[in-house]
């Protein structure tokens, strides 16, 4: 059964802390980003998302128990860089699969990035704009192919540690239940030591990917789940789809494998899932039932449905909807308080 999630803000410091049992409660809250978590794995999602602004600059920890495909932007003219700080497996950048010590880089650029259970992540947000303002002041070339890129980057071993510490610091200043607030000049300079451990990075950075046999990978990737999932409620064969990009079973399966960590039906079915869930926390039609919904997502199977819902989600559709109906109300109130 899901748990309500906690939202907990703090202008005083600058802190935000949020909890939640539901992916897309759990995307909804990561700030003013405008993404969309798939859970791919099956089992009762857990995710924590903490976050400290600075005057110029975001320091963020997110941990998810699930394996998630996370696709959008962060905004903007927004540059992103993190590191991952826990889980086992692989993680899918932009179509390439990358270890443990590599710089995740989305500078100004589409997020498209799948991370595995247990999976937990730091890192930094800032504009491109002061990026390339302190550059020019401390003359740093950056990389010429870094821009409106997300990338997997290689970097020295010990100026990638100095990064981790310095976002480590979000931890150990407010890991205890009472946080104090920072003065402002403790602010500044918190951020002046995690903008010297960007500038020292990134001109050193260099891609840990083969481009060109990524992009296809990638490129197959795409077309393939554009023709599964752009008509859902109609019955499409595996065969149809490797016609369609150009690609036997096999070479799909591995390309899905490398770009996703998963097989190209357990995909379709995750994704077919995690859009009726939405659709049931969704207000609609009074009228459509579970099965309705189900169906116009290519369910026809509804006792196989229900199974398939309570492995991947840990509970009966019935579940989700019900609390959604409970949550309408409030809901409601939140909305008509931002209006």
């Not at 409106?148 to 290689?154: D, E, G, K």
């Not at 840990?208 to 990638?218: E, G, P, W």
């Not at 049931?280 to 369910?299: E, S, T």
């Not at 398939?308 to 959604?324: G, I, V």
Request: glycine share 6%; with cysteine; net charge positive.
């Amino acid at each position: 059964m899901s748990l309500s999630p906690t939202h907990r803000a703090d202008v005083s410091t600058g802190l935000v802390q949020t909890t939640s049992t539901d992916v897309d409660e759990h995307c909804a809250k990561l700030g003013g980003w405008r993404l969309t978590y798939d859970q791919i794995s099956a089992g009762a999602f857990r995710g924590s998302f903490t976050q400290l602004s600075l005057p110029q600059l975001d320091v963020f920890h997110e941990v998810t128990s699930q394996q998630v495909r996370q696709h959008g932007e962060l905004g903007r003219g927004c540059c992103g860089l993190a590191v991952r700080c826990g889980g086992d497996g692989p993680v899918n950048v932009n179509g390439s699969g990358v270890t443990h010590n590599v710089l995740i880089v989305s500078f100004d650029a589409e997020i498209d990035i799948c991370t595995p259970p247990g999976f937990a992540l730091r890192g930094v947000t800032l504009s491109v704009q002061l990026i390339d303002e302190i550059a020019n002041k401390l003359a740093i070339e950056l990389p010429r192919d870094l821009r409106h890129r997300m990338r997997a980057l290689s970097a020295p071993a010990d100026v990638l540690a100095r990064f981790r510490a310095a976002l480590a610091t979000i931890d150990r200043l407010y890991g205890a239940e009472v946080k104090l607030p920072l003065s402002a000049a403790s602010r500044e300079a918190l951020q002046d030591s995690m903008l010297l451990a960007i500038t020292d990075l990134l001109p050193d950075a260099r891609p840990c990917d083969d481009t060109r046999s990524t992009a296809t990978r990638k490129r197959i990737v795409d077309r393939a789940c554009d023709m599964m999932l752009a008509s859902a409620d109609q019955p499409i064969s595996l065969l149809d789809v490797c016609k369609a990009v150009g690609a036997s079973r096999r070479k799909l399966s591995y390309c899905f494998q490398d770009v996703l960590g998963t097989s190209p039906l357990a995909y379709w079915r995750a994704v077919r899932l995690n859009r009726v869930r939405r659709d049931l926390k969704a207000p609609h039609d009074p009228r459509d039932g579970i099965y309705d919904i189900a169906v116009r997502h290519g369910f026809w199977h509804f006792s196989q449905f229900s199974l398939d819902y309570k492995r991947h989600f840990a509970e009966l559709p019935s579940e989700t909807l019900r609390r959604a109906r409970m949550d309408a109300p409030a809901r409601l109130r939140q909305n008509s308080l931002h209006h």
